[in-house]
């Protein structure tokens, strides 16, 4: 079991410029998550997806967009790149579903660094 | 005001000692509270998980919800270098997806 794989690991963008981070999970959960973590700020939610082919916004959803390819993957589009998305990239998943979301335990990936110059 | 408040630290302890991690929060609906581990330059893992208020206690570690006050710890006993880490509170309501993290604080355990 692999749990929880992010690529790249690194990634250095011009302003302006698009990416895709990648995000797999073999544990068969049903949601899916981003974060970004930034100094003092924590971990803040970015989109999540309680399910295949449901999407929904979190904290801070501005500049990203996402997609539920299949139960497994789920990734974070940039489409132009700013230097305030310069952060620390985490996809996370876990079982909760809907009807079903006390126990929430979330899996974390080993995250994407990501630089905005 | 931010709904979860963390001092960020650092915080150094010599081994052996006793560690307190708090929390505080503002939103009377988090039913469930969580403490993550994060390991520097690695993604967090959950370390405790209560329902409510009320002690939990696993091996050195013992997690605290006062929901009166709005106030959840997270001890440390016999601390190790292993230890060194980022601690991160977590919390969220019943039903939804949203968990609401703390922004950690890093501990550093002397050896």
């Known amino acids: 079991n692999a749990g929880v794989t992010q690529t790249p690991k690194f990634q250095v963008l011009k302003t302006g410029q698009s990416m895709t981070l990648q995000c797999a999970q073999d544990m068969n959960h049903n949601s899916m998550y981003w974060y970004r973590q930034d100094p003092g700020m924590g971990l803040r939610l970015i989109y999540y997806s309680a399910s295949e082919g449901t999407t929904d916004k979190g904290e801070v959803p501005n500049g990203y967009n996402v997609s539920r390819l299949n139960k497994r993957e789920f990734s974070l589009r940039l489409e132009s790149a700013a230097p305030s998305q310069t952060s620390v990239y985490f996809c996370a998943s876990s079982e909760a579903s809907e009807g079903k979301q006390r126990t929430d335990t979330q899996y974390f990936g080993p995250g994407t660094r990501l630089t905005v110059l | 005001q931010k709904e979860v408040e963390q001092d960020p630290g650092p915080l150094s302890v010599p081994e052996g000692a006793i560690v307190s991690l708090n929390c505080t929060y503002s939103n009377s609906a988090f039913q469930y509270f969580m403490w993550y581990r994060q390991y520097s330059r690695k993604g967090p893992e959950l370390l405790m998980y209560?329902?409510?208020?009320g002690n939990k206690e696993d091996g050195r570690f013992t997690a605290q919800v006062d929901k009166s006050s709005k106030y959840i710890s997270l001890f440390i006993r016999d601390s190790q270098p292993s230890d060194s880490a980022t601690y991160l509170c977590a919390m969220k309501s019943t039903g939804g997806f949203k968990t609401i993290f703390g922004a950690g604080t890093r501990l550093f355990v002397k050896a």
């Open positions: 209560t329902y409510s208020s």
